[in-house]
């Protein structure tokens, strides 16, 4: 990838809003549960101040879209009290699937705008090249950046979702034996992101999660009517 410092801005500017919705599923589940920790510190919002982390919401995926490395990112976990919850083991499953939920439902919307789009104003059939390069680069790839976040926090990885929903779905034996991995998430999370790029070798997760985020993809569009 060519060093480009205008992609890389944008990308990175589609993520943090993407990241907002996808903290504030997290925080707005965590509310209608019983816990309003998030809310009590100013984390329901969509402000996207209030979610970032300077250097996992903003330094890392500058620096890896800049320079052709991992898009490695996160924003500040969001808090919650588990004592605040009637039952924390399923709550927290929910808690934890509301981002990945918000960022497909974030895809819908922003495929179903360009829908719109096209079927009120012609857009961009009867625009310029500029209008197009709109429809690609800001609503197209929103939508996918937006999957892709939705996906890569399912892995069943702490401290990804996908850990915390595992951990519900489990009945309590399984679960505490699970439970035993938490420790092994984050070295086995860098291994996967980073470990392909140095040996280099094709990421068979990060090729397996794009069969799913694609897939996802082609079937929104589908839904939507944009083919």
Known sequence: ?????????????????????????????????????????????????????????????LLGTLFGGAFFGWA???????????????????????????????????????????????????GSAAQYQIRRILLFRSAQISLWLATFNMLPLFPLDGFSVVLGLLPWK?????????????????????LPGLLRIPNPVFSGMGIVVYGIYGLIRTLVGLG
């Open 174 to 194: 399984q679960a505490q034996e699970f439970e035993r991995l938490r420790p092994y998430g984050m070295p086995i999370l860098m291994a996967i992101i980073f």
């Open 76 to 126: 500040k976990p969001v808090p919650v009290d588990p004592r605040n919850l009637k039952n924390p083991k399923r709550d927290l499953m929910f808690i934890a699937a509301a981002g990945p939920i918000m960022n497909i439902i974030c895809t819908v919307v922003i495929l179903g705008i360009v829908k719109i789009l096209e079927e009120t104003v012609g857009f961009p059939q009867s």
């Open 1 to 61: 990838m060519k060093f480009d410092p205008f992609f890389a801005i944008i990308a990175v500017s589609q993520f943090i809003v993407l990241l907002t919705f996808h903290e504030w599923g997290h925080a707005k589940s965590a509310n209608l549960l019983g816990d309003s920790t998030a809310e009590d510190e100013g984390r329901m919002t969509f402000n996207p101040a209030a979610h970032i982390d300077p250097l996992g919401t903003i330094i890392l995926p």
